[in-house]
């Protein structure tokens, strides 16, 4: 997508052929500021701090990470280190583990020598693919769009609300719930995005505010709290959201508040469509709320909210008393029984192993 007309994607090999540029998004929407990785710590200290984040541009970095853990040392035990630091890094997101393997299963057959190029090209086809895969996500999603706009009556706008973010920022480019979203605007579907600030990091208000705006989508921003009330007044037509982890069976598993968003949208009869990219199925699990990890970051995310200040600096402000406990648990799962439809790149189907199944093959 572009950013002040000039074409960028999240993650790219730098002009030097060998090291990696991203975009500090802990730095947005008050600053745009490229950050060059060069080393193995580097990548692994962008995914945990979030410089980048969303799950399939977490998968990229690290395949990104594992080339540049190569560069140092390409043996067997430091390969296997390096994948097993970088899973680490962040719990939840299935892409990270599903990009890893990917990167193992091309790099280890291979000899010493030849592993460092091949990494390389292999990242750098993990990051192509995802873009055509969201491109493809959001072919398959302006359809939905369209069905929902002629439901509609085509009059006053397509009010759509979505949480966090799983736009571009969080993939390579296009995004995956915003990605219908740019397409229908494209399109001259006339959109309007009802956004969630999504606390605690606030990737709505920061990063899904920034990203439409850059694109000219209309949208509002609302507190976490407001989307059960949108809806009960007829203000939302449908919601859309990404996933970090979508369990055989259907189940998804997305930023902490997705799950109250279905539950009203279910209450008031809104459909609620999740967007995701195949690799973030998790063909090992069924049932999400047993078994998929919940990550609990540290609660100074809670304590603490960032903006800028009168002076026009970023900073941070603490909004509870100095003593009082808090925790961070930074994601839910909504059950398959309250998505309306899972919009892939594969096309649509049921949030259900059937469903899946007709789409792709498990495990593959
Ligand atoms: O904690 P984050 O910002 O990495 O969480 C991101 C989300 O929850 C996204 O909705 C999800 O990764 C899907 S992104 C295409």
Same mark, same amino acid.
């Given at each position: 997508m572009k950013?002040d007309?000039k074409?960028?994607?999240?993650i790219w ?8 540029d991203?975009i500090?998004?802990?730095?947005l929407?008050?600053?745009f500021?490229?950050?060059k990785?060069?080393?193995?710590d ?5 995914i945990k701090?979030? +410089?980048v984040?969303?799950?399939p541009?977490?998968?990229a &970095?690290?395949?990104? !990470?594992v080339c =540049?853990?190569?560069r140092t040392? *390409?043996?067997d035990s ?8 970088l899973?680490?890094?962040r719990?939840?997101?299935v892409?990270?583990?599903?990009a890893?393997?990917?990167m193992?299963?091309?790099l280890?057959?291979?000899?010493e ?6 990494a390389y090209?292999k ?7 995802d873009?055509a895969?969201?491109?493809a ?7 939905v ?8 009556g085509?009059e006053?706008?397509?009010?759509? +609300?979505?949480?966090?973010n799983?736009g571009w920022?969080a &993939?390579?480019?296009? !995004?995956?719930? =915003?990605s219908?979203?740019?397409? *229908?605007?494209?399109?001259?579907i006339?959109?309007h995005?009802?956004v ?6 606030n ?9 439409l ?6 949208h509002?921003?609302?507190?976490d ?24 069976a ?9 799950y ?9 009869k ?6 995701l990219?195949?690799?973030t199925?998790?063909w ?5 709320v ?11 995310e809670?304590?603490y ?22 925790a961070?648990?930074?994601f ?5 029984r309250?998505?309306?439809g ?5 096309g649509?189907?049921a ?7 007709g789409?792709?093959?498990p495990?593959s």
């Amino acid at each position: 997508m572009k950013v002040d007309g000039k074409p960028y994607r999240s993650i790219w090999l730098a002009a030097d052929g060998w090291s990696v540029d991203i975009i500090d998004q802990t730095r947005l929407p008050h600053e745009f500021s490229v950050v060059k990785l060069e080393t193995l710590d580097q990548a692994a200290h962008a995914i945990k701090a979030m +410089l980048v984040r969303g799950a399939p541009l977490i998968g990229a &970095t690290a395949a990104y !990470g594992v080339c =540049l853990g190569l560069r140092t040392d *390409a043996s067997d035990s430091a390969l296997r280190n390096m994948c097993e630091t970088l899973i680490a890094t962040r719990p939840t997101a299935v892409n990270l583990r599903w990009a890893i393997r990917a990167m193992q299963e091309v790099l280890l057959p291979l000899p010493e020598g030849d592993r460092v190029s091949a990494a390389y090209e292999k990242a750098a086809q993990i990051c192509d693919e995802d873009v055509a895969i969201n491109s493809a996500i959001g072919n398959h999603g302006l359809e939905v769009f369209r069905q929902v706009w002629r439901a509609k009556g085509q009059e006053g706008k397509l009010n759509i +609300l979505t949480h966090c973010n799983a736009g571009w920022l969080a &993939t390579v480019d296009w !995004g995956t719930a =915003l990605s219908p979203i740019y397409k *229908a605007h494209d399109a001259g579907i006339p959109v309007h995005v009802w956004v969630d600030e999504t606390r605690p990091r606030n990737q709505g208000a920061h990063l899904t505010c920034w990203e439409l705006g850059k694109h000219g989508v209309p949208h509002t921003l609302v507190v976490d709290n407001a989307g059960g009330h949108l809806m009960q007044h007829g203000l939302v037509d449908l919601c859309i959201t990404g996933t970090d982890r979508t369990t055989a069976a259907g189940d998804v598993c997305n930023k902490i508040g997705t799950y109250l968003k279905a539950l009203a949208a279910k209450d008031n009869k809104v459909p609620f469509y999740v967007a995701l990219p195949g690799p973030t199925i998790d063909w090992e699990i069924d049932d999400g709320v047993k078994d998929i990890p919940i990550e609990i970051r540290d609660s100074h995310e809670v304590k603490y909210i960032q903006g800028l200040d009168r002076n026009r600096e970023v900073s941070e402000v603490r909004i509870l008393p100095e003593d009082s406990p808090s925790a961070n648990y930074a994601f839910d799962v909504t059950p398959a029984r309250m998505v309306t439809g899972l919009i892939t790149e594969r096309g649509v189907c049921a949030a259900s192993k059937e469903g899946l199944a007709g789409l792709y093959t498990p495990a593959s």
